[in-house]
Antibody, heavy 117, light 106 residues
Framework: EVQLVESGGGLVQPGRSLKLSCAAS????????MAWVRQAPKKGLEWVAT????????YYRDSVKGRFTISRDNAKSTLYLQMDSLRSEDTATYYC??????????WGQGVMVTVSS | DTVLTQSPALAVSLGQRVTISCRAS??????MHWYQQKSGQQPKLLIY???NLESGVPSRFSGSGSGTDFTLTIDPVEADDIANYYC?????????FGAGTKLELK
């Protein structure tokens, strides 16, 4: 059974940092492109970043470029999202998902990030 | 960015056929995918590449379209289908989602 389990969320002040993790199991993690997608409270879905299966390339939405870093450790089957210089508009539930060929096939249960003073 | 436009809400009766539309601001070929999100849960993939049913998804769900106009059809609607539905394009980065269509019971 495919499982994606996010962790690392919480309440953080504006301008501070937070690192999310996503532990994967039930599939060959190193074969899959992976993504982070977020959802602000009562709002729709927003793609944040994608990393290629071997970590060789990364892609970001403009609003997080230079502040967020997506990475992965294939030996640990874990995906990460380092979030720096956080803003109130980054407040959301963050989901990790498999992202082969642009399709978000499997999703984690999500982790909440609240940016507030 | 490619903007995807969905109707905000649809009211349906159980057993009815319902069509949810998604219009793209430019052609996305068939790089359109559909997700269901129930309250308090993560999204779930229903249809990929416009018309391909994801494994394990009931056959009452179907998708069609290409270019700029796409539809997700549920026939017949069951109580378990009451949820929000999102379209997503992966033709060009950034991937974008529609704002979602809330399926409600009449």
């Amino acid at each position: 059974e495919v499982q994606l389990v996010e962790s690392g969320g919480g309440l953080v002040q504006p301008g501070r940092s937070l690192k999310l993790s996503c532990a994967a199991s039930g599939f060959t993690f190193s074969d899959y492109n992976m993504a982070w997608v977020r959802q602000a409270p009562k709002k729709g879905l927003e793609w944040v970043a994608t990393i290629i299966y071997d970590g060789s390339r990364t892609y970001y939405r403009d609003s997080v470029k230079g502040r967020f870093t997506i990475s992965r450790d294939n030996a640990k089957s874990t995906l990460y999202l380092q979030m720096d210089s956080l803003r109130s508009e980054d407040t959301a539930t963050y989901y990790c998902a498999t992202h082969p060929f642009g399709v978000l096939g499997y999703w984690g249960q999500g982790v909440m990030v609240t940016v507030s003073s | 960015d490619t903007v995807l436009t969905q109707s905000p809400a649809l009211a349906v009766s159980l057993g009815q056929r319902v069509t949810i539309s998604c219009r793209a601001s430019k052609s996305v070929s068939t790089y359109m995918h559909w997700y269901q999100q129930k309250s308090g849960q993560q999204p779930k993939l229903l249809i990929y590449s416009a018309s391909n049913l994801e494994s394990g998804v009931p056959s009452r769900f179907s998708g069609s379209g290409s270019g700029t106009d796409f539809t997700l059809t549920i026939d017949p609607v069951e109580a378990d289908d009451i949820a929000n539905y999102y379209c997503q394009q992966s033709n060009e980065l950034p991937d974008t989602f529609g704002a979602g269509t809330k399926l409600e019971l009449k």
